[in-house]
């Protein structure tokens, strides 16, 4: 840790031995990690789980904003295990759970209780605002709140992006990001299983990007390309970096009989 965080910690250590809330047994629950998203601040399951953090009330939830630099304060624990990858979050201290966050010069807008942001995908995010997709369509089968598909229109260029995606939630907050960043015209939101609502025969690109495996709509994403054909995005989650070469295999294997089956 650096010397700034072992001082946060110290400083909240003191403030509620102060408050006479202080066990030894909270200690692994100081932050160590956080994100932030505008003036939102989110902290991970293990931090500030136990109620004597939730007994120093409002005075606690201030101090950690000042050590942090925000104005609101989300606690998460690990993504439900559900179809809609539903957020464990709760606003603790704050006025609203919309936060807006800007990445890339691309606004995103979301609900923490609702809905989930991916920042480890940033490096994906980026790769996709780097291509250049001028005149071609797009189909995103797992959009989200428009992590990929935001990229596309943006920045990308693609003509058109048909964003597919089952979580009302997800669907309400990709609508208003499309408004925000002034492409909402360029794109057609699917809302359900993108295995009965995305289009056939129409796309340069394919997006799968979900993880631990998009291999439930491998089918789809063939009958969703061009007749000439197109690209593929596969997303999967690896072991390690040995078994790459075989997953990389398997799947081309695996897509053989499935693009025959689309043509």
Request: charged share 25%; glycine share 6%.
């Amino acid at each position: 840790m650096s010397k700034r965080q072992i001082e946060n910690q110290e400083k909240i250590r003191g403030f509620m031995l102060s408050k006479k809330l202080w066990t030894e047994s909270l200690t692994g629950e100081l932050p160590r990690f956080y994100e932030k998203f505008g003036d939102m601040l989110i902290f991970t399951d293990p931090t500030f789980q136990n109620g004597k953090w939730h007994e120093a009330g409002d005075e606690l939830w201030k101090l950690v904003c000042s050590l942090y630099n925000g104005k609101r304060i989300g606690l998460k624990s690990r993504i439900k295990n559900d179809d809609f990858r539903t957020p464990q979050a709760r606003l603790v201290f704050g006025d609203s759970p919309h936060t807006d966050f800007k990445d890339n010069k691309i606004r995103y807008t979301w609900n923490i209780e609702k809905n989930m942001f991916c920042a480890g995908n940033i490096t994906e995010r980026h790769r996709i605002a780097s291509l250049n997709c001028k005149g071609e369509v797009v189909v995103d089968l797992f959009a989200g709140i428009g992590y990929f598909t935001l990229p596309y229109l943006v920045h990308a260029n693609a003509k058109f992006v048909h964003a597919c995606e089952w979580n009302p939630d997800a669907v309400e907050a990709l609508k208003k990001n499309l408004i925000l960043n002034k492409v909402s015209e360029k794109c057609a939101v699917h809302f359900g299983d993108n295995r009965e609502v995305c289009p056939k025969g129409v796309a340069d690109r394919v997006n799968l990007g979900l993880i631990p495996s998009s291999r439930c709509s491998w089918e789809t994403a063939c009958d969703a390309l061009l007749p000439s054909g197109g690209i593929l995005y596969i997303h999967e989650n690896v072991t390690s970096n040995l078994n790459i070469k075989n997953d990389c295999h398997m799947a081309i294997t695996r897509f053989q009989p499935l693009t025959k089956h689309s043509r």
